[in-house]
């Protein structure tokens, strides 16, 4: 599975976002199942708040299983929260948090994301360096 950033998902569904025509094609490429948590989507939703027909293309993303939302609990708080503190000077916010949480809990490496800077710096279990797809 690839975790999908707010980035992407706004892309895919702002033909005029900058970076709309290298993720939409990214998308198109990718085989492996797509998924995501909350904290990503609310993001998304909020960039998109202007643009209520992208807003339905990502919920169609959702609702035809193109992209999974992949659960979080009340177990995830503390690893979330741990997160947030280590990398406090980029800041890393919830939805990054979350997809770093998610991504040790499921044993996933691969996230599609245009923020290469913040994604590059984060590690998975401390030490592995996540693959980028964009």
């Known amino acids: 599975m690839i975790l999908v950033d707010t980035g992407p998902l706004v892309a895919l569904t702002d033909a005029d976002d900058q970076y709309s025509a290298e993720c939409t094609a990214a998308f198109r490429r990718v085989r492996q199942p797509m998924g995501t948590v909350w904290p990503v989507l609310t993001e998304a939703m909020h960039f998109l708040s202007d643009l209520p027909k992208a807003q339905d293309s990502v919920w169609d993303m959702i609702a035809r299983g193109a992209i999974h939302l992949i659960p979080l609990g009340p177990e995830d708080v503390p690893r ?33 994301t245009i923020d290469k800077k913040d994604f590059g710096v984060y590690r998975l279990h401390g030490r592995i360096r996540p693959k980028l797809i964009s």
Do not use: H, K, S, T
Request: proline share 3%; net charge negative.
């Open 80 to 112: 979330i929260r741990e997160l947030m503190r280590q990398y406090a000077d980029l800041p890393m916010d919830l939805a990054d948090a979350a997809l770093i949480c998610v991504a040790e809990r499921e044993g996933i490496n691969q996230f599609f």
